[in-house]
């Protein structure tokens, strides 16, 4: 039987070989391990042997053919025998087709030097606040190096938070990233932004939850000598500006509440709905002894106690609440910056602020929630609130319905969110 | 090694009967002679399938050192480990594969030893004690002390052969493994295949003693140097070494002199050596002499290495189709095994 | 749960890890060069020995490679190997077993064995070393698939990862720093793990984030407290595992930071900077950036042996204070 000769691969990177030499002729005999010819590669040249005895036939390759590997070149037949009729392969053409138009270098079009300053440059989130501001950063002047435009001159040029740049700004946290306009959370005197970690994790998952550090707690700075509510307003406006919350829905419990509902009066329709937990400013007493005491504590057994009227059920308020509250004050220092706060708008166990002109300023949803057996602040003082604003009080709740009333919070929540968007719509 | 047959071997002249035949056992030399042509055959199928361009990368061919992989092998249980090199696979046939599933891994398909991710130069058979063959000379050496250091401490009277080239034996990891064995008594075979070339260099051109043997003296260890071609030889100083390692005597280091009648790769050349050189070892071909030798002493007749292999060649075939039928990997799964999947981890 | 909680210094943590690893699993031991009676060249295997005998805390012959490959071998085997390179600069030594074997034999052979292989080593300079005894090499491995890279920077951590670390069953490249070795912190008695893909955030902080694992992480810590004076609140994120990186937790702060800096011993180009930078300018985060990505990385140059330079070659406190500075300031 007729063997093939082929044209073998003889480097791993090889595709085609060039028959550069025949040592034997058609019809001609040959001795298995004879030199039978010589191919070249692009690397180097190699000789092949016979790979049988017999008689040379059928050679389908001329000297200088470039084939593919694999192809049959010829047939070492026994006397008599005609080679197998199959097409030889086509060679891949003796030379390699130029390639069309100017070669390309590699790299030779890519400039090694930045070209000469065009316009402003800008920070990745000062291009992203001016488009969704709908400003071009080249007409904006930059405050960084060089002439940079960053986040605070697009938050300059929109009014954002714009005049207090100065001002401290609060801490604040995504509890949650979402969608639309999302909740922010202000807490109460003494607490921090984790308090609505709960509550949050019952909420719509596609609605963004911003919590903030009120100034003087958690990881905000501390107020100022002079605190006053606005203040804390200023404050928590400058955080939003930073993290470029333009439209949302306010819930504030506690001094978080007064300082909610003189933010949602100052900035309107921009506050979607406002719901105050618990608030302060709406009357003249509060727990005088709650808040010294508070203070005053300095160990678990002297702060525990305290904390016990924050809530009817106190188990709802977390295992640690004292500890964590100790460790937090001790850490950050807190304690001046929450007593200045303290003597500031509730001096004397008197609420020395009233954010009633403010609720009935703002236009949108508001309610107020209280726990019917609140002992740090009367739940009577929803009493009398303009009619518009609609009020909970919760039977067997205490000071604190974002844990006290969980289920009903985020009921509330969430009807407010749809009432807050479908008018804005 | 099986010796199903060895109750129906005929009687063999008592004379030239090499002493560990006995040991071997008539089935078991004939199986041996069917493992050399299987060895054989599959690297001349693989090489075919190089040269027409079916297959991928490079591969290294051990045509003509089949009588040491079988011969050590022979000494070998399943529970024994062997590690291997880039030539390896005469090493994997000789421990027990299939060669199906070799050429699988040979043409990258999925029913591969490997899945198609090693390709010729690592595969492996963990199943049958191939820890895999090894791109990097001398790596499986240190590897296969590690074998022996687990089958000590767990006791699992296994013994570990590691074959490697002579080019390994100027490696720093060879001498760094040969004290380690032979200071903690670790039950290993040191098998240097010495085909006389490290690539292109020939052996006295690289290596400054007269023979890799010669090693063991500075690892306090027994050296012996044997005809690589020589199943007898092989085999007896293969069982030899693995009884003495199974007693807690230690490694051996056994020299195995041999050739590869093909390159080091396929791209080689053959610059460094004579047609005639090639020629001379080629009349040394292991598996001719084998079967002559079986035939003389009655364990296999013509007749039964002429059916022999005829199976060997169906057996190819059979392998060959199955590797061919066989499913690429799917780029799905590149990412497949670069770390153990946290379900299948195992405490 | 409520395991007792001492105070333990970072080698005693280590060495517990071990402890409780080879006290519960025969399989495991530990191997490297003077780990027996010597006790580890920075005393971390200490009187281990005397625990668990020779057979399980095993001295090696000074052969990195041969004992890099014995440990390799062992692992595939049925053996859990914890072996000790006196220091990261001789990792160059067994470099061969652990890049070309340890990481790549599960995918190369198809997922039928795998390498429960832990390769301990200090790293980092600090303690007069000079160039071959000095060097932060973590970035070689952390850019091989197949190996995971932790360093710890507390002792808590040292003993969790370090156990998760034995019980994965791939390798895992360990680091600790030189410096860390005599540090204290709280750690509970017994079995607990810190899984090897979280980072942990520090300190939390609005300002700016900067990323540093190690000694790194508490040099990062004690700049925070100095920013902190003036009013800036940097966020400090440890990676505690280097590969595979918890980019989340970095992408996360960066958002609402706007600031990032990384801060590395090892030298500045093409390290571990250079990887966590780039994630955050591919990725959603991006659009969050308010200032260029800084890097604080070792100078390019060998480590000198002289004090003064040495620690010109390294992040100290006060250079990373005035990175910091600058980006919180909007100057940089």
Avoid at chain 1, 403 to 422: H, K, N, T
Avoid at chain 2, 228 to 255: I, K, S, W, Y
Avoid at chain 3, 187 to 206: C, H, I, M
Avoid at chain 3, 285 to 313: N, W
């Amino acid at each position: 039987m007729a063997v093939e000769v082929i044209l073998p691969r003889v480097d791993m990177d090889m595709e085609t070989g060039k028959v550069s030499r025949w040592h034997a002729a058609e019809g001609e005999a040959v001795a298995k391990g004879q030199l039978l010819f010589e191919i070249e590669t692009a690397k180097a040249a190699m000789d092949i042997e016979a790979p049988a005895s017999g008689t040379l036939r059928g050679v389908a390759a001329r000297e200088g053919d470039e084939l593919p590997v694999g192809a049959i070149v010829g047939w070492i037949c026994n006397d008599g025998e005609a080679p197998p009729a199959r097409a030889a392969a086509a060679p891949v053409g003796s030379a390699v087709a130029a390639p069309a138009g100017p070669v390309k270098v590699l790299g030779d079009s890519t400039p090694t030097s930045l070209p000469a300053a065009r316009g402003a440059t800008a920070t990745p989130k000062a291009r992203r606040l001016a488009r969704e501001a709908g400003l071009d950063v080249a007409s904006l002047a930059g405050s960084g190096p060089q002439g940079r435009v960053q986040a605070l001159d697009v938050e300059r040029a929109r009014g954002v938070g714009a005049a207090k740049s100065g001002a401290p700004r609060a801490h604040g946290e995504w509890l949650r990233r979402g969608a639309g306009p999302p909740f922010v959370f202000l807490h109460g005197f003494g607490a921090e932004l984790g308090v609505w970690k709960p509550l949050v994790q019952r909420l719509d998952p596609s609605r963004g939850a911003l919590a903030l550090d009120m100034p003087g707690h958690g990881l905000s700075p501390p107020p100022p000598d002079d605190v006053t509510l606005d203040a804390l307003v200023a404050a928590v406006e400058a955080a939003l500006a930073a993290e470029g919350v333009a439209r949302f829905h306010l819930v504030g419990h506690s001094l978080g509440g007064a300082v909610a509902a003189m933010l949602a009066a100052r900035l309107g329709e921009r506050v979607f709905s406002l719901t105050l937990v618990a608030p302060a400013g709406l009357g003249p007493e509060i727990d005088g002894a709650f808040m010294d005491g508070f203070l005053r504590a300095t160990s678990v057994a002297s702060l525990r106690p305290w904390l016990r009227r924050l809530a009817r059920d106190p188990e709802t308020l977390g295992a640690g609440l004292a500890e964590a509250t100790l460790k937090r004050r001790a850490e950050r220092g807190l304690g001046p910056g929450q007593a200045r706060i303290a003597a500031a708008l509730m001096p004397d166990g008197v609420q020395a602020i009233d954010v009633r002109p403010a609720l009935a300023a703002f236009g949108g949803p508001a309610r107020v929630v209280f726990g019917a057996e609140d002992a740090i602040i009367p739940p009577r003082h929803a009493v009398g609130l303009p009619g518009a604003v609609a009020v909970h009080v919760l039977a067997g709740v205490g000071h604190n319905p974002q844990l006290e009333a969980r289920a009903e919070m985020a009921r509330i929540l969430s009807d407010q969110a749809a009432a807050g968007d479908a008018r804005v719509r | 090694m099986t010796a199903a047959r060895a109750e129906d071997a005929p009687p063999v002249a008592v004379a030239n009967r090499p002493a560990i035949y006995d040991r071997v056992g008539a089935g078991g030399l004939r199986e041996a002679l069917r493992r050399m042509h299987l060895i054989r055959r599959f690297e001349e199928t693989a090489e075919d399938f190089y040269v027409r361009g079916k297959s991928y990368g490079t591969m290294h061919l051990s045509i003509g050192q089949e009588a040491t992989a079988v011969g050590v092998c022979a000494a070998l249980g399943d529970s024994d480990y062997v590690t291997s090199t880039h030539r390896g696979h005469g090493h994997c046939i000789a421990k027990g594969a299939e060669v199906g599933r070799m050429f699988a891994e040979f043409l990258g398909r999925e029913t591969g030893y490997c899945r198609g991710r090693g390709g010729s130069m690592h595969i492996a058979d963990p199943a049958k004690g191939n820890l895999g063959a090894n791109g990097i000379v001398g790596g499986g050496i240190p590897i296969a002390v590690g074998a022996a250091l687990s089958a000590k401490r767990l006791r699992t009277g296994a013994v570990v052969a590691s074959f490697f080239g002579d080019g390994a034996n100027n490696e720093g990891a060879f001498h760094e493994s040969l004290n380690i064995a032979s200071l903690w008594k670790l039950p290993v075979l040191f098998v240097c295949e010495n085909n006389q070339y490290g690539m292109s260099v020939a052996f006295a051109r690289s290596t400054a003693v007269a023979s890799v043997a010669d090693r063991a003296a500075a690892y306090s260890m027994p050296g012996v140097t044997v005809d690589g071609n020589d199943f007898a030889a092989v085999a007896a100083a293969a069982f030899e070494a693995a009884d003495r390692a199974r007693r807690g005597g230690g490694p051996t280091l056994v020299e195995c002199k041999t050739y590869r009648t093909r390159g080091h790769s396929r791209s080689d050349r053959n610059r460094y050596r004579t047609k005639d050189e090639i020629e001379a070892w080629k009349a040394r071909d292991p598996i001719e002499r084998f079967e002559r030798e079986l035939s003389a002493l009655g364990v296999a007749t013509a007749a039964d290495a002429a059916s022999l292999r005829e199976a060997v060649e169906r057996e190819i075939a059979d392998g060959v189709a199955f590797a061919e039928a066989s499913p690429a990997p799917s780029t799905a799964e590149l990412m497949r095994d670069v770390h153990t999947p946290a379900a299948a981890a195992p405490r | 749960m409520t395991a007792p909680i001492r105070e333990l210094g970072f080698a005693e943590a280590i060495r517990e890890a071990l402890a409780i690893a080879m006290a519960e699993d025969e399989r495991v031991f530990v191997m490297g060069e003077d780990v027996g009676v010597y006790g580890g060249a920075f005393q971390v295997t200490g009187d281990l020995v005397q625990r668990f005998g020779e057979d399980r805390v095993v001295d090696t012959p000074i052969s990195e490679l041969g004992g890099a490959g014995v440990a390799v071998g062992a692992a595939l085997t049925g053996l859990k190997p914890v072996f000790e390179l006196q220091f990261s600069d001789f990792s160059t030594l067994a470099m061969e077993q652990i890049v070309n074997q340890a990481a790549k034999l599960r995918y190369m052979l198809g997922g039928s064995v795998s390498v429960p292989l832990v390769v301990r080593m200090p790293t980092g300079s600090g303690l007069g070393g000079a160039a071959q005894h000095s060097q932060s090499l973590e970035a070689w491995f952390a850019h091989v698939p197949g190996l995971k890279v932790v360093e710890p920077t507390t002792p808590y951590d040292a003993k969790g990862l370090l156990l998760a670390a034995i019980d994965d069953p791939d390798p895992v490249i360990f680091f600790e720093h030189k410096l860390l070795y005599k540090t204290k912190g709280p750690v509970p008695e017994g079995r607990y793990v810190v899984p090897l893909d979280r980072a942990e955030t520090r300190r939390a902080g609005r300002d700016l984030t900067i990323v540093a694992a190690g000694v790194m992480a508490q040099k990062a810590l004690d700049a925070a407290t100095i920013l902190a004076s003036e009013g800036i609140e940097a966020e400090v994120i440890d990676p505690r595992v280097l590969r595979p990186l918890d980019m989340a937790t970095v992408a996360r702060s960066v958002t609402r930071t706007s600031r990032l800096l990384i801060v590395y011993e090892g030298a500045k180009s093409f390290g571990i900077g250079a990887e966590i930078a780039a994630a955050i300018a591919e990725g959603e985060a991006f659009g969050h950036l308010d200032a260029p990505i800084l890097r604080l990385g070792g100078a390019e140059t060998p480590i000198p042996y002289s004090p003064a330079l040495e620690r010109a070659a390294v992040p100290q406190v006060e250079d990373i204070v005035a990175a910091a500075r600058r980006l919180a300031r909007g100057e940089a």
